[in-house]
């Protein structure tokens, strides 16, 4: 069993990240700004923000693991970089792993490039995806004691087109995953199926893949 802490917990991807790992037995600790209006049963809730360095001291002290699921909306929108910088700042020395919930829009539509953000990419994106990317940049300039991964979705990935777990996906390294019609899609539940399978199975050290069917 693993003690991992989630941040943004009570979010999209958090939520389906706590579930899961809730389901196989780890101990779950989930950190947001709002206190959830669907608990998942077995997971411990704190409320506050990664920017709060006394609070995710506490939080993150012992944790094998921690996941920013952070979205920058809100009063988020220009803040989660800082609270990159807060959480990589804390885990200095630790022996906890990090990992990060980006976007799709950092993924490559075909090895060596380009990204799915340079082509003709949606403007109400625009922001969510460039702090991903810079999130990444972020992490790839951290020293090499810290051990971190990075999760991109698919394309379709939200609330919106939320799926089902089936408890399979596809890893396409750094290369947008698209089905046989060219669609790319991953459930809530079964990105949270890749990321927990990270923590458990450490495949991409100081790396990204991508998730999709």
Same mark, same amino acid.
């Given at each position: 069993?693993?003690?991992?802490?989630?941040?943004?917990?009570?979010?999209?991807?958090?939520?389906?990240?706590?579930?899961?790992?809730?389901?196989?037995?780890?101990?779950?600790?989930?950190?947001?700004?709002?206190?959830?209006?669907?608990?998942?049963?077995?997971?411990?809730?704190?409320?506050?923000?990664?920017?709060?360095?006394?609070?995710?001291?506490?939080?993150?002290?012992?944790?094998?693991?921690?996941?920013?699921?952070?979205?920058?909306?809100?009063?988020?929108?220009?803040?989660?970089?800082?609270?990159?910088? !807060?959480?990589?700042?804390?885990?200095? @020395?630790? &022996? *906890?792993?990090?990992?990060?919930? +980006? /976007?799709?829009?950092?993924?490559?539509?075909?090895?060596?490039?380009?990204?799915?953000?340079?082509?003709?990419?949606?403007?109400?994106?625009?922001?969510?995806?460039?702090?991903?990317?810079?999130?990444?940049?972020?992490?790839?300039?951290?020293?090499?004691?810290?051990?971190?991964?990075?999760?991109?979705?698919?394309? !379709?990935?939200?609330?919106?087109?939320? @799926?089902? &777990? *089936?408890?399979?996906?596809?890893? +396409? /390294?750094?290369?947008?995953?698209?089905?046989?019609?060219?669609?790319?899609?991953?459930?809530?539940?079964?990105?949270?199926?890749?990321?927990?399978?990270?923590?458990?199975?450490?495949?991409?050290?100081?790396?990204?893949?991508?998730?999709?069917?």
């Amino acid at each position: 069993m693993a003690r991992i802490v989630v941040l943004g917990g009570t979010g999209y991807a958090g939520r389906h990240i706590v579930a899961e790992a809730v389901s196989r037995g780890h101990e779950v600790i989930a950190i947001s700004r709002s206190t959830p209006s669907d608990a998942v049963e077995g997971a411990s809730y704190v409320q506050g923000s990664a920017l709060e360095t006394g609070a995710l001291a506490s939080a993150v002290d012992g944790a094998d693991a921690v996941v920013s699921a952070l979205s920058p909306r809100g009063d988020m929108t220009d803040r989660v970089l800082d609270a990159l910088r !807060v959480v990589i700042a804390e885990l200095d @020395g630790a &022996r *906890t792993r990090l990992g990060v919930v +980006g /976007g799709a829009g950092g993924s490559l539509v075909a090895p060596g490039g380009p990204r799915l953000f340079d082509l003709d990419f949606p403007e109400e994106y625009t922001h969510e995806a460039q702090v991903g990317i810079d999130s990444l940049a972020l992490l790839e300039s951290t020293d090499e004691s810290l051990d971190w991964f990075f999760v991109h979705p698919a394309e !379709v990935f939200g609330p919106w087109a939320e @799926g089902e &777990r *089936t408890g399979h996906y596809r890893d +396409g /390294g750094d290369v947008i995953v698209r089905d046989d019609e060219g669609k790319s899609f991953i459930s809530g539940a079964d990105f949270a199926v890749a990321v927990v399978d990270e923590i458990e199975r450490p495949a991409h050290r100081r790396g990204r893949f991508t998730v999709g069917y």
